[in-house]
């Protein structure tokens, strides 16, 4: 994973840009962070174990100026976190800042350690370092070097590059992982992400796979791997740089529950027409998905939970067949797949790994695919036929939240879209359909008002060390979701089951100590049953927290131990409301119990190893 950084410019302004940047970049891995400068008199490295927090107190005071420079925050994959593995690494007069995994590394440190190459690290990025020096030291210019040593290193890499021999360039590298180049007034970025220089500029370039992009301050130039140069258009961004920032929330996650209603009518917009009672998603037509026989939707954790809710809808409104799998397990399963199979891919980043390497196997097995995505010109969104974009705008809590509800609006478009297609709907129920879905973010604001109340629940649960949360149909992929945010920001223990499997092996684990969440909005088919279910949990002595409808909390007063009232919806739009009171349930205990919710400890945002 890791997020990295470089600049070339003005030389005051190059270690403001490289700690901005790394802030941004921060969600992308947070075990090490560290700079480098060209100044006057040669490189300066300053490194950290541990969060930006660290480094910046080692940068206090000290003054660096010059240019060009370079920055990283690190997800440690070889070598443990420590100062000592965290990069920048340098081979005399090279030096380098990697994201991604060089899978021969051994082999090649074992070549350089027979030339005489000494390594200062356990990291797999070290022999870039060295290779890059080696053939600078046989007279290769600084581009050459680095286009010979990445003809012998084989893996997924993004890379940045400076060199003390020729301090007035960057050289950058990519082959699967995300690197863009930025564009500002007598400067040039490369970073990971485009968050990490909004502040600076929003025009952005963004590198394809085997590209080299040669950063000088005032021009740039990109070539393909043998030294060829290509064209690469350059994109105006209209994020607003504080999308990216707090905005006076505590954390980012808790900012993101809160910019739901606004990113799902982002995600809404220009889609619908009432009027016509139509939708309209780019690049889909009809004739594109007119002989689809089967849908397999993939991705991986929440987004995962996305495509769970997502066979729900396609289902019941197109009666077309869904599969869902785990993007990881996918691809090793040697996939029943064809030309009449639509395989949609889910990511947030749009480059998780295991959810691109199942993508790529759709489309060699003649697959049509399509991407939800967040992130533009993303991996996945590259790779695929089509491409749907959530407009959740930048997601930088490590939790997925905003995006989840996004990419759950997708799907409703998409089935309503193929229904409408295979003339399943009756003009009627598309138009209520529209109409329900146009609702949503107003439904949205009124669940955000539960926040206070949500948090008070917290105060009461927060000590406890496991949960259970139940659900059933539509709700049965939120009750799992629910169970991986507490999961992951808390550290709390939490299972998700569909409530009828309860009686099947879970129940032995119910008593006094275990709160169990039941997701049971009333609607007309699973309401009956969920209430059945609940009885057995009280019978055994479990704590119910329960999510229902308003209005049917009178039927469960005496029994259950507490509510949470969310308003009644149509059937298909309630994932997208119970979804928000688990958000912040996790989002509120977490907090009591203090731990570092935007960055939760062994995580990272975007998540580029198999
Ligand atoms: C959970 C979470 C992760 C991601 C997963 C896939 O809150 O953030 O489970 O959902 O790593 O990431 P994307 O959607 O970027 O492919």
């Known amino acids: 994973m890791c997020g990295i950084i470089a600049y070339i410019g003005k030389p005051d302004k190059t270690l403001h840009v490289l700690i901005e940047g790394l802030k941004r970049l921060e969600y992308r891995g947070y075990d090490s962070a560290g700079i480098a400068v060209l100044g006057s008199s040669g490189i300066r490295i300053v490194k950290s174990e541990g969060k930006l927090l660290n480094l910046l107190s080692r940068l206090e005071g000290v003054s660096l100026n010059g240019s060009p420079g370079l920055g990283h925050t690190r997800w440690a994959t070889h070598g443990v976190p420590s100062e000592r593995n965290a990069h920048p690494h340098v081979s005399g007069k090279t030096v380098v800042v990697h994201n991604g995994i060089i899978e021969n590394y051994q082999e090649l440190k074992d070549e350089l350690r027979r030339k005489g190459y000494r390594f200062n690290s356990d990291t797999d990025t070290e022999v870039i370092a060295h290779l890059i020096e080696d053939f600078s030291l046989k007279g290769f210019s600084l581009e050459e070097s680095v286009r010979e040593a990445f003809k012998l290193l084989e893996g997924t890499y993004a890379v940045a590059v400076i060199s003390e021999r020729e301090p007035n360039k960057v050289v950058g590298i990519r082959k699967f992982l995300p690197l863009i180049l930025a564009i500002g007034d007598g400067e040039v970025f490369l970073a990971s992400d485009i968050p990490a220089v909004l502040p600076f500029t929003r ?55 809160h910019e739901q209603p606004q990113a799902v009518l982002d995600t809404i917009r220009g889609r619908v027409f009432l009027e016509e009672g139509r939708v309209f998603l780019k690049g889909i037509e009809d004739s594109w998905v007119a002989d689809v026989n089967r849908i397999v939707a993939v991705g991986c954790g929440t987004s995962y939970h996305a495509c769970l809710v997502g066979r729900y809808m396609i289902e019941k409104l197109s009666r077309i067949p869904v599969d869902v799998d785990l993007a990881s397990e996918f691809r090793y399963r040697e996939p029943v797949v064809d030309e009449k199979t639509l395989v949609i891919a889910v990511s947030q980043s749009g480059e998780t790994a295991d959810t691109s390497y199942a993508l790529l196997e759709a489309k060699r ?79 949205l604001q009124h669940v955000l008002r539960l926040d206070s109340e949500i948090s008070a629940l917290a105060g009461e649960f927060y000590k406890y060390k496991n949960f259970i949360y139940l659900g059933r149909g539509l709700n049965y992929p939120i009750a799992l979701e629910g169970a991986l945010k507490l999961k992951e920001v808390s550290y709390i223990h939490a299972e998700g089951y569909a409530a009828g499997e309860m009686k099947h092996g879970p129940i032995a684990l119910i008593d006094e100590k275990m709160p169990v969440v039941v997701v049971a909005p009333q609607d007309e088919l699973l309401y009956r049953k969920l209430v059945g279910n609940i009885q057995e949990v009280k019978t055994r002595k479990g704590r119910v927290i329960l999510l229902t409808s308003k209005g049917s909390v009178n039927e469960f007063y005496g029994w259950v131990d507490r509510f949470v009232e969310i308003p009644k919806t149509p059937y298909l739009i309630s994932p997208l409301i119970s979804v928000v009171p688990l958000q912040l349930l996790a989002y509120y205990i977490a907090s009591y119990r203090g731990t570092d919710i935007d960055q939760p400890r062994n995580l990272a945002k975007v998540v580029t190893v198999e």
């Not at 707090?246 to 529950?257: A, D, P, Q, S, V």
């Not at 009627?428 to 109409?435: E, G, N, P």
């Open 365 to 443: 097995r003649g697959a049509k695919t399509l991407a939800i995505t967040n992130v533009f010109g993303s991996k996945i969104a590259r790779e695929s036929d089509v491409v749907v974009y959530t407009h959740a705008g930048p997601e930088i809590g490590v939790a997925s939240t905003k995006s989840f509800t996004a990419q759950l609006v997708v799907f409703y478009l998409l089935s309503l879209f193929l229904g409408i297609s295979r003339n399943r709907l009756t003009d009627a129920y598309s138009l209520q359909l529209i109409k329900d879905i146009l609702a949503l973010p107003q439904l």
């Open 203 to 257: 025009n952005v370039v963004l590198l394809e796979d085997g590209d080299i992009a040669i950063l000088e301050k005032n021009r740039f130039r990109i070539t393909d791997p043998e030294g060829r140069e290509v064209k690469r258009d350059v994109f105006s961004i209209d994020w607003d740089p504080i999308t990216v920032e707090k905005g006076g929330y505590k954390h980012f996650m808790l900012k993101e529950i």
